[in-house]
């Protein structure tokens, strides 16, 4: 019995089962909710649209660490660095080459997804812990070589960079534009990301992570599985940092720290692992909970006086630490799970038991 369909749905041929979305009322809702997100820049202003623009581009480097951690079981702390890597990939080469975002963009997602495989290759002999600190350690060197080789990178002082110029009549450098830019590249990658999980590398990735052992048994080349895994989860990275970037039109080291790349694995796990829809999720709670953090701060003032300047410097960080610990302890598998037993409660519906 597939429980992941509504009762009566029934695959009467090779192109139905290989469907992602198999009946009409997903089909209609998926399309009424990419057209809700084209229409939300023009119902809100230019702070919603900041906020929408940095949940698409950080939704895409979930979505890489969610292909790394959640489909393959590799632990990468320096998931954060490697976005940082696409950054400076396209200011620098706009600074030093003056090639157009257009051009810089996927040259941005194949340098980190090649860095990455490079990183990888520790993970053939690691495992756990000891991989985590190989990740840990290949953070701290890209860090040190972007803040050491001034005379391509500028250094500590960081770069601008320039958003894409116009295209068939339509200016991104105005912020609405460059939402439904970001909104596209996100959707392209989601399916994609989707997609990935359903071929034969997706599952492979999942049989490395499940038994590595066992997935060798049956055939599976573990090093070339793992180094994939890896190499494509920073070229999502890749992508997801230039667009963020690109944004602010400006980058910085400061902004692709360890505490990124550790809050990174902490949201993956309230949006829950092994799950596209729970990368995004993971991504989402997180801005918004950024955001709410800055908004309620101010608050501070009224209850700490004084003491409200040094709290707020932690109030973020303490509303990330809780909803983390909330959900380790009563939704270990995250947002993505209670979301298919709402699905699957309807779907078996009227036997719901």
Not at 98 to 104: A, D, H, L
Not at 249 to 268: R, T
């Amino acid at each position: 019995m597939n429980i992941n369909r509504p009762c009566g749905t029934f695959d009467r041929n090779y192109f139905q089962a290989k469907e992602i979305y198999r009946t009409p009322l997903r089909k209609v809702l998926l399309a009424l909710l990419i057209v809700g997100m084209y229409l939300l820049p023009f119902l809100t202003g230019d702070y919603g649209i900041s906020i929408l623009t940095l949940i698409c581009a950080f939704s895409i480097g979930m979505l890489g660490l969610q292909i790394i951690t959640g489909y393959c079981g590799q632990i990468s702390i320096g998931h954060a660095a490697f976005m940082g890597v696409g950054m400076y990939t396209v200011g620098i080469l706009q600074r030093h080459f003056g090639i157009s975002f257009w051009v810089c963009l996927p040259l941005a997602g194949l340098v980190p997804m090649f860095i990455g495989m490079m990183f990888g290759l520790p993970a053939l002999r690691m495992k756990g812990l000891y991989l985590a600190f190989a990740t840990l350690a290949a953070h701290f060197v890209i860090v040190y070589v972007i803040s050491n080789w001034r005379s391509v990178t500028n250094g500590t002082d960081g770069m601008w960079m320039k958003r894409p110029g116009t295209l068939l009549g339509i200016d991104f450098a105005k912020d609405r534009n460059y939402y439904l830019l970001v909104l596209t590249i996100t959707i392209i990658m989601t399916y994609l990301a989707t997609n990935l999980a359903r071929t034969k590398l997706g599952r492979s990735f999942v049989a490395v992570r499940d038994n590595d052992i066992a997935a060798e048994v049956m055939g599976i080349n573990i090093a070339y599985t793992k180094i994939m895994a890896f190499g494509i989860g920073c070229f999502f990275a890749g992508i997801s940092g230039a667009l963020g970037g690109a944004y602010y039109e400006y980058v910085n080291i400061e902004w692709f720290g360890l505490d990124d790349s550790i809050w990174y694995l902490g949201f993956l796990v309230v949006g829950g692992f092994g799950s596209i829809f729970g990368a995004i999720a993971g991504a989402t709670v997180w801005k918004v909970m950024d955001e709410f953090s800055t908004l309620v701060t101010p608050l501070a003032e009224t209850f700490l006086g004084g003491a409200a300047f040094y709290a707020s410097a932690a109030f973020s960080l303490v509303m990330y630490s809780l909803i983390i610990i909330v959900f380790l302890v009563f939704e270990p598998r995250g947002i993505a799970h209670r979301w298919e037993m709402i699905k699957r409660s309807y779907r078996l519906h009227p036997f719901p038991y």
